[in-house]
């Protein structure tokens, strides 16, 4: 059931990032951007006592390599920046992102 909402979460986010860079491509780095600040808010508000569990490190990777993938697909951009720059480096850095400041928010910020 978990891996079912990271799964759902980056295909929903991949349908949006196709929608948006038909209409307009300047509206890809806000695309980007809400779509990290949509990964922070699953972490802070889904995980409780969570921490400790793989899901909880693998849930924004699995969810921004959907859109990596279905970025690669559908707009034929090139498989070296794609398939092994983004896996590696760019994904990595993402996830880690969202998962440290959506830890932050839940040491620091009291939700109810």
């Known amino acids: 059931m978990n891996y079912a909402r990271a799964i759902g979460e980056g295909i929903l986010f991949s349908v949006l990032l196709v929608l ?5 491509k300047k509206w890809e780095i806000p695309a980007y951007a809400a779509g990290i600040f949509f990964g922070i808010m699953s972490v802070w508000v889904l995980y409780r006592a969570q921490e400790n569990s793989a899901y909880f490190f693998w849930h924004p990777y699995i969810s921004w390599m959907i859109v990596n993938l279905t970025d690669f697909f559908v707009n034929h951009k090139s498989a070296k920046e794609k398939l092994i720059l ?3 480096v760019i994904l990595p850095v993402f996830s880690g992102f969202e998962l440290a400041v959506g830890w932050l928010l839940k040491l620091y910020v009291k939700s109810y």
């Open 86 to 88: 983004w896996p590696v």
């Open 20 to 24: 948006i860079q038909k209409k307009n």
